[in-house]
């Protein structure tokens, strides 16, 4: 089976977040899985990039199987993002592609290097070396067709809280896990029991790759399920990097995996939409302990008292 590659490169206006925007179009008319490059992330000091070339546009890729539906889903995508410039001024050029069944894996791969999370964590694909300095924690992710390679700004802030956050000991919980990426985080930071639950299966296979890539104990895994599900028993610490609105819906029912203790992190959040996350943090029980903004995106953290 062959793909359509579809890439939309663009120019931001302010500081509206274009990547999910153009994401968001991607969605609504059934493309789910997408890359995001975003040339401004540094690779790692030192990494030798061969014959890469680092991508000098910001772009949105997705791809589409070539079945006779494809043009109709091409145009439908191009009317959206028409509609999209005209209200927000973002500008968007669209160039296809086809992608021979054979060429997927590297068609996206080319994009993906070793990059510094933080300080100490570096996330470097499966297929790349790189010899870690003292002090850095290595972690090796196989995306696959699942969000989450560590270059996003949301990713980041979260693993940056969770080095913080996490001691020897902690129990974790993690909504929404995508590749699996926190999950590991939290591992290597000290936790010594998580679940990653998310209902996409896709996801929670690449995640469970992902555990066993780096070596992660069999107290850590993931599950096809929700939040809702997970009743009787309380985390330590529990992360969701995911949309503003799921985090306001999640946190009516968090009280099912907290004790008065826990921590709670979460990310994926406008900085617009940070009254609301906040409010609504008040009003389930949450008291606001600290929140950190990159670029458009806050990650907020928060203790459970009173829950």
């Not at 899985?33 to 890469?52: A, F, H, M, N, R």
């Not at 591992?187 to 066993?212: C, F, M, W, Y």
């Given at each position: 089976?062959?793909?359509?590659?579809?890439?939309?490169?663009?120019?931001?206006k302010?500081?509206?977040?274009?990547d999910?925007?153009?994401?968001d179009?991607?969605?609504?008319?059934?493309?789910?899985?997408?890359?995001?490059?975003?040339?401004?992330?540094?690779?790692?000091?030192?990494?030798?990039?061969?014959?890469y070339t680092?991508d000098?546009d910001?772009?949105?890729?997705?791809?589409?199987?070539?079945?006779?539906?494809?043009?109709?889903?091409l145009?439908?995508?191009?009317?959206?993002?028409?509609?999209?410039?005209?209200?927000?001024?973002?500008?968007?050029?669209?160039?296809?592609?086809?992608?021979?069944?054979?060429?997927?894996?590297?068609?996206?791969?080319?994009?993906?290097?070793?990059v510094h999370?933080t300080?100490?964590?570096?996330?470097?694909?499966?297929?790349?070396?790189?010899?870690?300095?003292?002090?850095?924690?290595?972690?090796a992710i196989?995306?696959?067709?699942?969000?989450?390679?560590?270059?996003h700004?949301?990713?980041?802030?979260?693993?940056?809280?969770?080095?913080?956050?996490?001691?020897?000991?902690t129990?974790?919980?993690?909504?929404?896990?995508?590749?699996?990426?926190?999950?590991?985080?939290a591992?290597?930071?000290?936790?010594k029991?998580?679940?990653?639950?998310?209902n996409d299966?896709?996801?929670?296979?690449?995640?469970a790759?992902?555990?066993?890539?780096?070596?992660?104990?069999?107290?850590?895994?993931v599950?096809?399920?929700?939040l809702i599900?997970?009743?009787?028993?309380?985390y330590?610490?529990?992360?969701?990097?995911?949309?503003a609105e799921?985090v306001?819906?999640?946190?009516?029912?968090?009280?099912?995996?907290?004790?008065?203790?826990?921590?709670?992190i979460?990310?994926?959040?406008?900085?617009?939409k940070?009254?609301m996350?906040?409010?609504?943090?008040?009003e389930?029980?949450f008291a606001?302990l600290?929140?950190?903004?990159?670029?458009?995106?806050?990650?907020?953290?928060?203790?459970?008292?009173?829950?």
């Amino acid at each position: 089976m062959a793909w359509l590659e579809i890439r939309v490169t663009y120019e931001a206006k302010g500081d509206l977040p274009a990547d999910e925007l153009l994401a968001d179009a991607f969605s609504a008319v059934g493309i789910g899985s997408v890359s995001v490059t975003l040339p401004d992330v540094e690779p790692v000091e030192g990494w030798d990039p061969g014959g890469y070339t680092q991508d000098t546009d910001y772009a949105v890729t997705g791809y589409v199987d070539v079945d006779g539906r494809e043009e109709g889903t091409l145009k439908a995508l191009e009317e959206r993002l028409i509609d999209l410039s005209s209200r927000s001024g973002i500008v968007c050029k669209v160039t296809t592609a086809m992608i021979p069944d054979t060429d997927w894996n590297e068609s996206w791969k080319a994009n993906f290097k070793p990059v510094h999370l933080t300080e100490t964590f570096v996330v470097k694909p499966t297929w790349e070396e790189y010899t870690p300095v003292e002090g850095e924690l290595v972690i090796a992710i196989d995306p696959g067709m699942a969000f989450g390679t560590g270059t996003h700004p949301t990713t980041r802030l979260c693993v940056e809280m969770i080095e913080k956050h996490t001691a020897e000991g902690t129990t974790v919980l993690d909504v929404g896990t995508g590749s699996g990426i926190l999950l590991v985080a939290a591992a290597l930071s000290g936790a010594k029991e998580g679940l990653g639950v998310d209902n996409d299966p896709v996801a929670v296979e690449t995640a469970a790759e992902n555990l066993a890539l780096n070596g992660i104990p069999a107290s850590f895994s993931v599950e096809c399920a929700d939040l809702i599900s997970q009743t009787g028993k309380a985390y330590d610490l529990v992360v969701a990097n995911i949309l503003a609105e799921v985090v306001v819906e999640l946190l009516g029912d968090i009280h099912r995996v907290v004790h008065k203790d826990s921590l709670v992190i979460l990310s994926g959040i406008l900085v617009e939409k940070g009254p609301m996350v906040e409010q609504r943090l008040s009003e389930t029980g949450f008291a606001l302990l600290e929140s950190h903004a990159e670029e458009s995106w806050l990650v907020m953290v928060a203790k459970a008292d009173g829950v």
